[in-house]
């Protein structure tokens, strides 16, 4: 009997160290492989950072204080994030909030929650909600509660927004309100005509 395990006890040994070196082999093919091997919510990162690149041209890129990975649910959750959209003329989109939910396909973000205080900072214009989507496909993000614009002078409200990034529009669905303040207005155009003269 003693002979029968000690023989057990050693084949169990060579199969366990034959599938740990072919784990180790797969994960030095593909760091990324390594992912599928942690147990569930177990990678923690500090000072997170990823970005998409295509044809040599960033087109986005989160930063957090911390993210949690969760592989089953192919989730990430990112504290305090910062969101930034680049679009095809270098001009940049920066939105933050306090928690970021991220949701991938196989390799590709396919869309991010964000979530409480919601700020998004373009071209001089500030767009406020607690609530913000974003869907890469689309180039759109979306503010489905309440909604605010602001700039020198106007003010814009609705139920709800869609920001398409590409085309540079902006939509207010329902209830919308807008507050005009003319002298800032004025004083805005004047300096934009300004600018357009000393650039030109």
Do not use: C
């Not at 679009?87 to 940049?92: A, M, P, S, Y």
């Not at 920066?94 to 929650?113: I, P, R, S």
């Amino acid at each position: 009997m003693v002979a029968i395990f000690i023989s057990l006890g050693g084949l169990v040994y060579k199969v366990a160290e034959n599938i740990w070196i072919m784990k180790v082999k797969e994960i030095k093919k593909n760091p990324l492989k390594a992912l599928d091997y942690i147990p569930e919510s177990a990678l923690h990162m500090r000072d997170f950072r990823r970005a998409k690149i295509e044809d040599g041209r960033k087109v986005w890129e989160i930063v957090g204080d911390e993210a949690h990975y969760y592989k089953d649910q192919k989730q990430a959750v990112i504290k305090n994030p910062r969101f930034y959209y680049y679009d095809k003329k270098g001009e940049t989109a920066e939105t933050t909030g306090e928690v970021a939910k991220l949701f991938f396909n196989e390799k590709e973000l396919e869309q991010m929650q964000l979530q409480g205080n919601i700020q998004v900072n373009y071209q001089g214009y500030t767009l406020k909600s607690e609530e913000a989507v974003y869907l890469p496909d689309k180039q759109q993000i979306v503010l489905p509660k309440k909604a605010t614009v602001v700039s020198d002078g106007l003010e814009l409200e609705g139920s709800s927004m869609q920001v398409e990034l590409e085309d540079k529009k902006v939509r207010l669905l329902q209830n919308v309100k807008t507050k005009l303040e003319p002298d800032k207005l004025a004083k805005r155009k004047k300096k934009a005509d300004t600018s357009q003269l000393s650039g030109g």
